[in-house]
């Protein structure tokens, strides 16, 4: 029965449901793993096994008692740390938050436990969001189960490593530029950014704690990581919707475009002079352009109608990601200020201008970079009436080594094929689709020179992240797709 723990997660929520195995011993069965597993890899920092236990039980004697079971009915799962969860710390990476425990759920997790989701714990992230690896002053790294050395990438390191080593049937996370896609990427999972504002991250830190239940986080979403696309669908499925506030505006899954491989219209963007991709990456474009004229597909590469570029892109994203970044209810004080102020002067390098800039930009600035946004969206919008999805790189690398620069974030730098290129680099290309506001979904491709799991990603139009999740299931099937870390099948 251990085999089920890397079962997808609707095949487990049929076989709880059909009574093959109950949430009860499916909860038991990842607590085992996470015990025997869990020291090493650092990926679940807060567990309540009891409570878990219980709302296992309770799912089991719904089911027999013949009662109508929701799409996640009794699957054990673990959220980013970044979601309140009522009795449950939640500190977001934050030494100020490290006694904090929520009186309610964030309004996705009242969702996902309507669904009949039993919430294990939480996963590890970097400090407020804040960071490409998992890795904070509280609970420090979550390390790759491909290779202990190297990082599980960020925010939502924590939640790739749980998930890909089989230590929970999913988990639910956020990103602003990549949190989600490039975790899963450099742990060989199926990552998925949702549409933006489909998801509602009321009582997601940042805002908050406790009093953020609405907040327009500029281009923040929610997002899964799945051994499994097709998991992905009953996830969005529970959890996309309005908020009252919304007025009654309704946010509803499109059907996706196409349902065979060879019927979608495919772009694909190979490189890019701004952001370059190492030879594992090219290797990686290579097998999916392979896989995909093999399957029929008509494959168009670098189109002339792609709407923007990555510098132009990022140079929208910058001030628009740093604004958002600064804006803390719990945290901003004239104190705290002149303190981030100091440090970004102290360590002037790489990005760190752009930061300055972005952290204490005025209004007017502000609005500047979100009309280039809008301008780009709408260019997208464009872009996507001739073309299905667009096939890109998820970041310039496969998992880098460990940082242990937790303050001096711009001084870091990684390894592209023997140069050494910024440490935000690996943002660029997943930033692309948090500026156009549509999903993109990580897919598994192949294994890279050294062993360590290679991704790309699909981006699609707004509302059509059913689209996006078609086509990784169906060029998942052509390529590797998720295969479990050897240390831990």
Request: aromatic share 6%; proline share 8%; charged share 20%.
């Amino acid at each position: 029965m251990s085999g089920i723990t890397f079962a997808p997660a609707h095949e487990q929520a049929q076989a709880v449901a059909s009574g093959e195995v109950s949430s009860v011993e499916l909860v038991d069965l990842y607590l085992e793993r996470i015990a025997a597993h869990n020291r090493r890899l650092n990926a679940i920092v807060t567990l309540d096994p009891d409570r878990a236990r219980a709302e296992a039980a309770a799912a089991d004697s719904k089911r027999a008692a013949g009662e109508e079971l929701g799409l996640l009915h009794g699957l054990p799962i673990t959220l980013k740390d970044s979601f309140e969860t009522q009795g449950m710390r939640t500190v977001c990476g934050r030494p100020d938050l490290e006694g904090y425990v929520p009186e309610r759920d964030a309004e996705a997790v009242t969702r996902l436990r309507a669904a009949g989701a039993v919430i294990m714990g939480k996963t590890n992230m970097p400090a407020g969001n804040q960071d490409v690896q998992a890795d904070n002053p509280v609970f420090g790294p979550t390390s790759n189960p491909w290779d202990l050395s190297r990082t599980s990438g960020g925010s939502a390191g924590g939640g790739a490593v749980a998930t890909a080593a089989g230590l929970t049937s999913f988990d639910f996370g956020s990103e602003i530029g990549g949190s989600t896609r490039i975790p899963s990427h450099f742990t060989g999972l199926y990552g998925h950014k949702s549409t933006w504002h489909s998801i509602p991250l009321a009582g997601h830190v940042p805002g908050g704690p406790g009093d953020g239940r609405w907040l327009d986080m500029d281009m923040a979403c929610a997002g899964a990581q799945v051994r499994d696309p097709r998991d992905l669908v009953p996830i969005l499925q529970a959890t996309v919707g309005p908020l009252d506030p919304d007025g009654g505006f309704s946010y509803a899954l499109r059907p996706p475009r196409a349902t065979k491989l060879e019927d979608f219209r495919v772009a694909v963007w190979i490189d890019d002079p701004a952001c370059p991709v190492d030879s594992d990456i090219a290797a990686a474009m290579d097998d999916a352009r392979t896989a995909l004229v093999a399957a029929g597909v008509t494959v168009v590469e670098h189109p002339a109608s792609l709407p923007v570029d990555i510098a132009t892109s990022h140079k929208a994203f910058r001030p628009l990601v740093y604004g958002a970044f600064s804006y803390d209810r719990s945290g901003l004080t004239p104190a705290s200020n002149a303190a981030l102020l100091g440090r970004l002067l102290q360590h002037p390098r790489g990005d760190a201008g752009h930061a300055l800039k972005g952290t204490f930009q005025s209004h007017y600035s502000w609005m500047q970079a979100d009309t280039a946004r809008h301008a780009i969206r709408l260019r997208w919008i464009d872009f996507f009436k001739d073309f299905d999805v667009v096939l890109m790189p998820v970041a310039p690398t496969v998992a880098p080594p460990h940082h242990d620069k937790l303050v001096d974030k711009f001084g870091r730098s990684i390894d592209v094929d023997g140069e050494q290129r910024p440490y935000w680099d690996q943002v660029k290309w997943s930033a692309l689709a948090n500026i156009s506001g549509g999903p993109a979904t990580t897919i598994p491709v192949r294994r890279g020179r050294t062993g360590l799991p290679v991704g790309l990603q699909v981006m699609g139009p707004a509302g059509g992240d059913l689209t996006t999740i078609e086509f990784a299931a169906l060029l998942g099937r052509e390529v590797d797709g998720y295969v479990p870390p050897p240390a831990y099948a």
